[in-house]
Nanobody
Framework: LTLVESGGGLVQPGGSLRLTCAGS????????FGWFRQVPGKDREGVSC????????NYADSLKGRFTISRDDAKNTVYLQMNGLKPEDTAVYYC?????????????????????WGQGTQVAVSS
């Protein structure tokens, strides 16, 4: 499975971005997906995840209400809608996939769960 992220960029505080993760090589409904972010010198942080069924999601406590993860298996794509962006959201954002049973309702934000990673997309929040 190959993952390619897009949609990052520079945005002012309070603004919005939608990140896209496009998968190829296998049907996306074989996977749970996660979004992670990393700033230099810090560990990669689990932002959000979504189960293979799409029925379960999970978010870092600090992001609840601002970020929304979703998936469109017809397009082999996962999204992260980010609203109310803050300077501390500045990071490289990565998409990751964990092989799971179809229609599963499990996902997690631990980095070690994931089998495949994208190359990352930079998000910068600044005025």
């Amino acid at each position: 499975l190959t993952l390619v992220e897009s949609g990052g960029g520079l945005v002012q505080p309070g603004g919005s971005l939608r990140l896209t993760c496009a998968g190829s090589g296998r049907p996306s409904d074989d996977y749970a997906f996660g979004w992670f972010r990393q700033v230099p010198g810090k560990d990669r942080e689990g932002v959000s995840c979504i189960s293979s069924s799409g029925g379960s999601t999970n978010y870092a406590d600090s992001l609840k209400g601002r970020f929304t993860i979703s998936r469109d298996d017809a397009k082999n794509t996962v999204y992260l809608q980010m609203n109310g962006l803050k300077p501390e959201d500045t990071a490289v954002y990565y998409c990751a996939a964990e092989l799971r049973p179809k229609n599963d309702h499990v996902c997690g934000r631990a980095r070690g769960r994931y089998d495949f990673w994208g190359q990352g997309t930079q998000v910068a929040v600044s005025s």
